[in-house]
């Protein structure tokens, strides 16, 4: 079950390539000469849509077929023009709810997110939606090239974003060890899943510790970032420490995990009292 899941994300992502041989694809992708992209854009920003739209007309291979506010207001032109690639905006917000929608369709244009952050919470529920391609907010004009070939080609062009899928995928399909004795001993021994286990024993730092638990008061980034005066960049970091831990893929799972802890402390202290 656990092996048909991931071959089912990572067709889904269509995306990551294989270091090892040659940077092929792992997943099939029809073959495309790189000529005329038809590429349609999607944006609730009127001056983002617009802006957008000029940089990519300045590409000699791309043609730009339309643009949008709206995926839902997109979809009668894409099934009318059939473009290689549809940039989705996501700068706004989680869009992963409408891409996935409009992927139940059947449409096969590579969905493209402009805008995306570039952490683990942000990127897998995208791939996740049928995401194939991944574009920085600050991406300069020729990044943006490189990341739409590599659309069509099967890669992700962004190495860190790149790595989250790997990692991801490789988390999916490590297959759990089932309890036993160990080689050349007479001891059993076990793998206890995450949940239910407190930050000590799973290794959270102290400040990791810190951090979780602001985040199960629900305060966002920014907020928690101000609380323990350091950068966002930088409590995003421990927050993804903390979920490759607690082997979980949301903040809200991991946070669900810690109170289920500290309760668990809370009754084993009142039955010693």
């Not at 062009?157 to 004795?181: H, T």
């Amino acid at each position: 079950m656990r092996w048909t899941a991931c071959i089912r994300f990572r067709n889904a992502c269509e995306t990551i390539s294989n270091s090892g041989s040659g940077g092929r694809a792992l997943s099939c992708v029809a073959e495309k000469v790189l000529g005329d992209i038809q590429l349609l854009m999607v944006s609730r920003s009127r001056l983002a849509r617009e802006g957008l739209v000029q940089l990519l007309r300045e590409f000699d291979h791309i043609a730009v077929c339309a643009a949008h506010a709206l995926i839902e207001q997109a979809i009668p032109t894409i099934l009318a023009d059939q473009p290689d690639i549809v940039v989705v905006d996501v700068s706004d917000g989680d869009h992963s709810a409408s891409i996935s929608t409009f992927r139940s369709l059947g449409i096969k244009s590579f969905i493209v997110v402009y805008g995306v952050c570039v952490d683990i919470e942000s990127v897998i529920p995208y791939a996740r939606a049928g995401v194939s391609g991944y574009v920085r907010s600050d991406a300069s004009r020729t990044e943006w090239d490189c990341a739409l070939r590599s659309v069509l080609q099967g890669h992700v062009s962004d190495p860190v974003i790149a790595g989250i899928l790997n990692r991801y995928i490789a988390s999916q399909l490590a297959e759990p060890v089932a309890p036993g004795i160990l080689p050349g001993t007479d001891r059993a021994w076990s793998v206890k899943p995450a949940v239910g286990r407190s930050a000590a024993r799973v290794g959270l730092t102290p400040r990791e510790q810190q951090v979780l638990s602001l985040v199960d008061e629900g305060l966002s980034t920014k907020r928690i970032a101000r609380r323990l005066h350091c950068s966002p960049s930088t409590v995003k970091a421990h927050v993804a420490s903390i979920l490759t831990k607690y082997q979980v893929h949301r903040r809200a799972e991991a946070a669900a995990i810690f109170r289920k802890s500290k309760l668990g402390r809370s009754l084993d202290s009142a039955r010693r009292a």
